[in-house]
């Protein structure tokens, strides 16, 4: 709607100066009135108890939003079992309710508020302890659950009509481990929706519950049908280090309860825009951490657009279901749009991190692809390889797909266009050809961390290929970076068999003896 930005209300913390800045800055970007923002007296740190919630954060937010014509309410002299006034909700007139950086995130378990729960609740689920944002979500409801959660009127509502639009309030959050990695969450939004969404796709199947599989094989189908042409790991582990991962636009995956795998390097970025969702209990426990708390705040510190995820436990059934974001925003929904729809239980345990006024499809492809010369180079690539992947999908003759190839890369050379190239040059019966197209990789000096999958990528096609000599250079040139230990251990051992494999038995010794100078520091 086109009045969306003017009726987004922004919740800071008035003892935290970035969150007023944060408060501030959001609002200007995004044209929203500075009169939307509304300044609490919160207490620092991210866990907070339910007389705290209450007492300096719903009362007060709830009256400041009565008083400003935003909810439609009338109090009443009587308060339930948590402290919460009860009140006669008629309706509210928020687009989002976003909270910022320095707004607690979660409330812990108080057992001093008896059980409004039914009897036949299993007791997994009989608990008060809840997403700060989950909770704000319902304070339009008249009769709030004190235990469990609340069906979430939206899930999977194409059309909502007024009473399941009134009945909630959706909240997204600009939070992360720094100011600046909150504030990017607005600025690599802002980016994606002038030029489009660009990279790539990569989905992790291999979890442990057959549920959740099948979701993601669904998000996978979701994006192979839009021309994303996924790259899948359908290994119960997540992503290995040495996986390729360079400009990720899409990260769907799951199950570890830490940020790992080519993710891992606090140096490595995502896509401006990107939208990642890592499913694990406790995946938003803390955002304050770069690679300690979850998934949330990492990948966060890493560059995403748009993430999601659970301050406690909450059951893989009352989590976001990733296909059903992924379809929304691919449909050119909101993030907003897409998380509420997405998400079947509200006053629960999830939370959505990034402004959900982004859209990221409200650019088509086909815009994108006819603007890519006035891109930087290596986003105009990876349209290319959009291109192509969908030219496979038709069938195309190789040909042309050829012919793509060969002009983007004339154009806006990169190494990701380089091995789509070389690929198509050898189904093609070019051996020669292909290699040729690989030799970029030798003279990578600096490999960005996101690159780093699709250098060794690229240096195994080359072994397989039968040129061990090139892929050594790329190992070499991989080897100069600055490297997390467990990284470059398992990375040295590969390198050392190219080395013999490339007739270089110096290099090779030299590479053994720095592994068992790092292996014997780990061990001591």
């Known amino acids: 709607m086109p009045d969306e930005a003017e009726r987004v209300v922004i919740v800071a913390n008035a003892n935290d100066p970035d969150s007023v800045q944060l408060a501030r800055f959001y609002a200007d970007e995004r044209a929203i009135p500075r009169a939307n923002i509304v300044a609490l007296d919160l207490p620092a740190g991210e866990e907070i108890s339910w007389p705290i919630y209450v007492t300096q954060l719903l009362e007060p937010l709830r009256s ?38 320095g707004v607690p995130l979660k409330i812990r378990q108080s057992d ?45 509502k194409n059309r909502p009509d007024l009473w399941e639009r009134g009945s909630v ?39 442990p519950h057959k549920l959740g599989d099948t979701w993601f094989g669904d998000t996978e189908k979701a994006l192979t049908a839009a021309g994303w042409a996924p790259q899948v ?14 400009g990720v636009a899409w990260y769907m995956g799951w199950y570890t309860s830490r940020v790992n795998g080519p993710f891992l390097p606090p140096d490595y970025e995502f896509a401006p825009g990107a939208i ?28 995403v657009a748009a993430t999601f995820g659970n ?109 789509a190239q070389a690929q198509l040059k050898e189904a093609a019966g070019d051996r020669a050809g292909a290699l040729r197209a690989l030799g970029l990789v030798a003279y990578m000096r600096r490999v960005r961390a996101d690159e780093r999958g699709l250098v060794i990528t690229i240096s195994r096609q080359l072994v397989e290929w039968e040129d061990p000599a090139t892929a050594l250079k790329a190992w070499g040139n991989l080897l100069n970076q600055e490297l997390p230990k467990e990284q470059r251990v398992a990375w040295l051992r590969e390198a050392v068999t190219v080395a013999r494999a490339a007739g270089e038995f110096s290099q090779a010794a030299d590479w053994e003896q720095e592994i068992t100078l790092l292996t014997t520091d780990v061990k001591n």
């Open 169 to 207: 309030v959706r909240v997204a959050r600009l939070d992360g481990p720094s100011y600046p990695a909150a504030r990017n969450l607005v600025e690599s939004a802002l980016i994606a929706e002038r030029r489009g969404l660009i990279g790539r796709a990569i989905v992790d199947i291999g979890g």
């Open 233 to 246: 790991d359908r290994e119960k582990s997540t992503f290995p280090a040495e996986a390729r991962a360079d």
């Open 64 to 101: 400041w939003l009565i008083e400003h014509d935003w909810l439609q309410a009338v109090p009443m002299n009587l308060v339930d079992d948590a402290g919460r006034t009860r009140m006669s909700i008629s309706s509210h007139r928020i687009s989002y309710l976003v909270t910022v950086r």
């Open 276 to 303: 990642a969702l890592h499913l694990h209990s406790f995946s938003a426990s803390s955002l304050r951490s770069l690679n300690n708390g979850g998934w949330v705040g990492p990948l966060v510190g890493r560059g």
């Open 112 to 156: 001093e508020i008896p059980s409004d729960g039914p009897e036949s609740d299993r007791q997994a689920v009989r608990t008060n302890r809840a997403a700060v944002d989950s909770e704000l979500a319902v304070l339009a409801v008249n009769e709030s659950r004190r235990h469990g959660y609340l069906p979430n009127r939206l899930f999977q």
């Open 311 to 419: 301050v406690y436990e909450p059951y893989l059934e009352f989590t976001h279901r990733p296909q059903h974001i992924v379809r929304a925003l691919l449909a050119g929904a909101t993030l907003g749009e897409a998380a509420y729809f997405s998400i079947p239980v509200l006053s629960w345990q999830s939370v959505v991190i990034g402004d959900p006024l982004y859209r990221p499809s409200a650019v088509s492809f086909e815009a994108q692809w006819a603007a890519r010369d006035e891109l930087p180079g290596r986003f105009a690539s990876y349209l290319g390889l959009r291109q192509l992947g969908m030219m496979a999908m038709s069938e195309a003759p190789m040909e042309e797909r050829l012919a793509l190839a060969n002009g983007v890369m004339a154009k806006h050379p990169s190494l990701a266009m380089a091995l």
